[in-house]
């Protein structure tokens, strides 16, 4: 069962190529499809932290590979995260929950790699207008979005990938 | 679950010293870490871009026979007009050779050029990109510049294997000189991409405009490349400029524009990415750098 | 959390409710305390606060304002600002950079077992090491485009100075003691490092944008642009431009920043310009503007914060002049092409101005300098250049010459206004003159035999003017002198005619006081005891105590040209077109002015002037060879003084040179040609102007 993050990864790439592919559509807008947050959310819930945490930095390191995100950070993030929900599963006990804790998760995650950015890049282009402002909340509000929108199909994907490779159910599903 | 917080806990500390070590880890580490995952990516990206083409394809395919022949009409006629464009043109480069010779210019910087399609295009505040399917094994080095047709797209900013990642004219990383059209003085003005900007088309600020610059009878001047900073050949379309009243300064010596990039940038299915042949010292800067 | 979740999955006991309430309390009041503190802060201590932090964390940086530009006559930009592209380095940006070349050091420095450690010297060194590994850079990616670029046609510019490719530790010491703050300046100029100047503005440019397009965007190299003066024709005018130096001197609506408390850093990246010289100097004023300011708030470090506010600089006014820059190009030209046997370009002066407006169009001084060089950082070396050569005169409105032969005209008008002569008198001219019982000689050992007015000024003869000029009186021909206005001062400054710019004819310290139209008080003034008639003769040759400047011979050609006595040089173009304000009349009757103007023309034709003829161009000039001492021997002056043309004059002209011990100096021969080309540079574009003017007049 070591492997089970590998397979999940490799369960969830088409959920993130999917969101590039989505993020191509918005890029004359400016905004990306933000969905590495949400995709560790029902993986957290029934892998063991072992598990969870190299899937995390796996979907981190992923989204980041393409994009001028300072090394590490939304890894790094995601791994936190999915830390703090395998610790405190019964968080992720009911839909509602699970709901709550992908759109905080994706949120959260969205607003790390997108500080980051804003802060490694302004010694050359200050982040001073309020358009970037502006547009920082934007992002991060369709990553919200995003995350209550995207949760349920995601989710079901890897609860049947996980269901497939043997992963014992969550402890605590009502 | 006193277990799982134990272990929460013991995770944290973990993360925090991995993190420690991450920070000074040797950057060629961290940067093989995200070469490996660009790698990983590089199969799904050529999957979908060519699926997009295979669909792009069938997509003609359906086409009414009809249609087909009204196409091939209208491309006859293109075709008769440019035939006499080329006739015309024929004249004024053996002009051109012959000028050459007179004066023994030689041709300086000359260029490798690579036809990429795009597989995707990615876009925020702070970065402007497309992915294309090219890379390293096919001869594309960074900093080379990708232009489509005459205007430019951008410059490579990285290099995979068999993708690279083109920062867009419009990208904040993005910055060159360029001529506007209708100044006689030739005076440089600095483009850049421009960051944050939502849900409006993508700009670039051109800055250190001469205060005396007036777009005069022009309705929508166009700024060109200099070919003068050795990356871009001199004469391609950057886009056109729009005075910006709003961020120039009264009374400061310079004015501020915006530069709107050719509309096609956002939609663009192939361009051309022209490697220099011979290295010059801001790759090789590059790639001695921890940036990228 | 604990509190959310049911018992079943955390078994809750008294004792974890007694801890849970404790630590509720724990953080209840430390939020009591920040909250009461802060509102403590904020209502009762916040006029003193805000004093304390204004005068602590705040900071004015003065912008300065784009001087205006100088034009010429047509319109041609004769002083502009350029872009100036200089390559900074983000201090605080680079403080990681620092800490770890430090450390290295340090390391080093501990493992060396050295006796002492200087940990300031190592941090002085590391920041120094890493500015330099930075400036490295920038200068591989501009020189290796050079060496790789194949075509031979771009030069690879020559970085004469040190101070642009490293980083020199006083400078970095200064900066940090001083301007910490700010970025630190790595490159002044990237277009034209090191000189100021331009080797070519194309390879400049060259620069510039290899380094905008090769040179990674991120990081803590930053570019900037200000703007700088810039003197496109070069040394093309120089005197009468003059140049800018640094001023440190707080433009006037800045000190009334009342509502700040400026500390001690109140200057930073104040580097105001003021003029030096020239129209720079005396309209500074009008051509400065007016600075702006930026407030700033800063780090606890002293690092540039948050920009509060901002006030614009507004840049100053232009001003046209009233020099034709293709004729001035013409004199300066023609004067840099008398040199002495060994190559040195001789001193001298030409001046051209328009009769019927006094308007100067030509105003030449040479050895010169060039402004460009001198805008920013004025380098010792070129300063003294400058001042060994004798360049910081402007010989035409501030050199001090006896004008020789020139000042025949005025004897001869002297005489005739008296009566002691007329137009058609015929006077026996021998190869010298007695008087008292010295011999005065003339210049031909043969002498001129009979002579009338017409062939005096034609082959200008001595002994007829020794002849008049004692006949007239020292009296008598020391007043028309000055009816001419030979020890008049003819540059007024602006502050006298501060609303009127054309009057305000200013250039700075133009000969004033200095001037000499002597006269017997002068000499017994000057201890030169009692005034003999011997004086007299030299007087009416011009020499003698005679001092005068090119432009004052300039004006005595024009209002000879006009039949009036006086003219007003102007400097500043009047787009307007008004014409000369007038003077009083010579008071010779037509016959004696038309004897005079057809000597004058003679001159040119067939006497001392005849190598400056223009085929097609008939004018009137003056030559004259004066005698001045230098080092103690003799050496000459070469005169030509006129207008052009001959029949209906339209523009007058004066040239000087300043003959060396070495050289042969003589009137006509030597100012003969400067006259030449500068008439003829003149003509076509008069001629153009006329058609344009006046259509009909061609056909």
Redesign the interface.
Same mark, same amino acid.
């Given at each position: 069962m070591g492997w089970a993050w590998l397979i999940m990864l490799l369960a969830t790439y088409p959920w993130l190529l999917g969101a590039d592919l989505a993020s191509d559509v918005l890029a004359r807008g400016g905004f990306v499809v933000f969905i590495s947050g949400v995709c560790i959310v029902a993986p957290c819930r029934r892998l063991r932290p072992i598990q969870a945490i190299p899937f995390a930095a796996c979907v981190g390191f992923l989204f980041e590979a393409r994009r001028p995100i300072p090394d590490g950070v939304l890894a790094f993030t995601l791994v936190a995260i999915s830390i703090f929900l395998t610790a405190n599963k019964p968080l992720l006990r009911n839909a509602p929950g699970l709901l709550r804790g992908a759109i905080i998760s994706n949120t959260l995650a969205c607003t790390a790699w997108a500080a980051a950015t804003a802060l490694a890049l302004s010694t050359t282009e200050a982040p001073s207008s309020n358009s970037t402002l502006t547009h920082f909340a934007l992002q991060v509000a369709l990553a919200a979005l995003i995350g209550a929108a995207l949760y349920i199909p995601i989710s079901l994907v890897q609860n049947y990938a996980m269901d497939r490779i043997g992963v014992p159910p969550a402890a605590d599903t009502p | 679950?006193d277990q799982?917080?134990r272990?929460?806990r013991a995770?944290?500390v973990a993360?925090t010293i991995f993190?420690a070590v991450?920070i000074f880890m040797p950057s060629t580490v961290?940067r093989f870490?995200?070469?490996a995952?660009?790698e990983?990516?590089a199969p799904?990206?050529h999957l979908?871009s060519k699926s997009r083409d295979l669909a792009r394809f069938w997509e003609l395919k359906s086409r009414s026979s009809e249609e087909m022949a009204l196409a091939g009409r209208d491309l006859a006629r293109v075709n008769a007009a440019l035939e006499l464009k080329l006739a015309s043109l024929d004249d004024v480069r053996r002009e051109n050779t012959r000028l050459r010779e007179i004066t023994r210019?030689?041709v300086?910087a000359d260029y490798m050029s690579v036809v990429a399609r795009v597989a995707?295009?990615? %876009? /925020?505040?702070?970065?402007?990109?497309i992915?294309i399917r090219k890379g390293r094994n096919d001869g594309i080095r960074p900093?080379a510049p990708v232009i489509f047709g005459n205007s430019v797209v951008g410059r490579v900013?990285?290099v995979h294997l068999t993708t690279s990642?083109v920062d867009l004219v419009t990208s904040?990383?993005?910055?060159?000189?360029a001529f506007l059209e209708g100044d006689d003085q030739n005076?440089?003005v600095?483009i850049?991409g421009l960051?944050?900007?939502?849900?409006?088309?993508?700009q670039a600020r051109i800055?250190?405009i001469?205060?005396d610059y007036s777009t005069g009878t022009l309705q929508s001047p166009k700024a060109f490349t200099?070919g003068?900073?050795?990356?871009?050949p001199s004469r391609l379309v950057l886009g056109t400029v729009d005075l910006d009243s709003k961020a120039t300064?009264?009374? %400061? /010596?310079?004015k501020e524009g915006r530069l709107n990039p050719s509309r096609e940038l956002?939609n663009l299915q192939e361009v051309s990415v022209l490697v220099p042949l011979?290295q010059?010292?801001?790759?090789?800067?590059?790639q001695g750098?921890q940036?990228q | 959390m604990k509190e959310e979740l049911p018992g079943k999955v955390l078994p809750s006991t008294p004792i974890d409710r007694l801890r849970l309430y404790g630590v509720f309390f724990f953080f209840a009041i430390g939020f009591i305390y920040v909250s009461v503190g802060l509102g403590f802060r904020q209502l009762v201590e916040s006029g003193k606060l805000k004093a304390v932090s204004e005068s602590q964390s705040r900071r004015i940086v003065i912008l300065p304002p784009a001087r205006g530009r100088i034009y010429d006559r047509n319109g041609e930009i004769l002083v502009d600002n350029r872009a100036r592209w200089s390559v900074k380095a983000d201090l605080a940006a680079l403080q990681k950079e620092f800490r770890a070349e430090y450390l290295k050091l340090l390391a080093a420095e501990k493992a060396r077992e050295a006796a002492t450690l200087d940990r300031e010297k190592l941090q002085e060194n590391a920041r120094k090491y890493v500015l330099q590994r930075w400036l490295d850079k920038i200068w591989f990616v501009i020189d290796e485009t050079n060496k790789s670029a194949k075509s031979s046609r771009i030069k690879v510019p020559a970085v004469t100075s040190p101070g642009e490719r490293f980083v020199s530790i006083d400078d970095l010491r200064k900066h940090l003691r001083e301007r910490r703050p700010l970025p630190y300046t790595l490159v002044t100029d990237l277009a034209f490092p090191g000189t100021g100047q331009a080797l070519s503005p194309q390879d400049g440019m060259k620069a510039v944008a290899r380094f905008i397009e090769q040179f990674p965007v991120d990081g803590p190299i930053r570019l900037e642009s200000d703007i700088i003066r810039t003197y496109p024709h070069g040394t093309l005018a120089a005197h009468v431009l003059g140049y800018v130096k640094d001023s440190d001197e707080l433009p006037p609506n800045v000190e009334d920043l009342a509502d700040t408390k400026m500390d001690s850093l109140q200057k930073l990246q104040y580097s105001g310009k003021k003029g030096a010289a020239g129209i720079e100097e005396t309209f500074d004023t009008l051509l400065r503007g007016n600075s702006g300011w930026e407030l700033w708030s800063k780090t606890s470090a002293g690092y540039n914060q948050n920009r509060l506010k901002v006030s614009d600089p507004q840049q100053g006014s232009h001003a046209t002049l009233s020099l034709d820059w293709r004729i001035q190009a013409a004199a300066e030209g023609a004067l840099s092409k008398i040199r002495d046997p060994q190559g040195t370009v001789l001193p001298g002066a030409a001046v051209m101005m328009d009769v019927h407006t006094g308007e100067i169009l030509a105003l030449a001084s040479q050895p010169t300098f060039d402004p460009n060089r001198l805008a920013d950082r004025v380098t010792n070396t070129y300063f003294k250049e400058i001042d060994d050569a004798g360049g910081w005169l402007n010989r035409s409105i501030q050199g001090l010459y006896a004008p020789g032969s020139t000042f025949k005209i005025i004897t001869a008008i002297a005489g005739m206004r008296n009566k002691v002569v007329d137009w058609d008198d015929i006077l026996d001219c021998g190869p010298s003159f007695r008087v008292g019982n010295r011999d005065f000689p003339e210049h031909e050992p043969a002498g001129y035999g009979q002579v009338d007015l017409e062939k005096m000024l034609a082959v200008s003869c001595n002994v007829w003017n020794y002849q008049v000029g004692l006949r007239t009186g020292i009296d008598k021909l020391h007043d028309e002198a000055r009816r001419f206005g030979l020890d008049t001062p003819l540059l007024k400054t602006p502050g006298d005619t501060e609303n009127n710019y054309k009057e305000a004819t200013a250039l700075p310290y133009p000969a004033d006081k200095r001037l000499v139209v002597p006269d017997p008080a002068y000499k017994l003034k000057i201890g030169g005891g009692a005034w003999t008639p011997g004086d007299t003769a030299n007087l009416a040759i011009g020499q003698g105590y005679l001092l005068t400047t090119p432009l004052h011979m300039a004006c005595v050609a024009a209002s000879v040209a006009r039949n009036e006595t006086r003219t007003t040089p102007y400097i500043i173009h009047d787009l307007r077109g008004g014409t000369h304000p007038g003077a009083a009349p010579i008071g010779l009757t037509t016959a004696q002015y038309t004897a005079l103007k057809s000597g004058l023309e003679r001159c040119v034709e067939e006497g001392t002037g005849k190598t400056g003829k223009i085929p097609g161009l008939p004018y009137a000039a003056k030559t004259g060879t004066a005698e001045y001492f230098k080092d103690g021997k003799k050496a000459h002056l070469a005169w030509m003084i006129g207008y052009a043309p001959a029949k209906d004059p339209a523009v007058a002209f004066c040239v000087l040179i300043e003959g060396q011990l070495d050289t042969n100096t003589w009137g006509g021969k030597t100012a003969g040609p400067v006259v030449k080309e500068m008439l003829e540079t003149w003509w076509p574009i008069a001629v153009k102007v006329n058609l344009e003017e006046k259509p009909d007049a061609a056909r």
């Open positions: - | 679950m799982n917080r272990g929460a995770s944290y993360l993190l991450w961290r870490n995200r070469e995952f660009t990983f990516q799904g990206l979908v210019y030689t300086p995707t295009r990615d %876009s /925020s505040s702070w970065w402007n990109r992915v900093g900013t990285a990642e904040p990383g993005f910055r060159c000189t005076s440089i600095l850049n960051a944050g900007n939502s849900l409006r088309t993508p800055s250190v001469p205060n200099t003068m900073g050795g990356v871009f300064k009264p009374g %400061s /010596s310079f956002y011979h010059n010292p801001g790759e090789a800067l590059l750098d940036f | -």
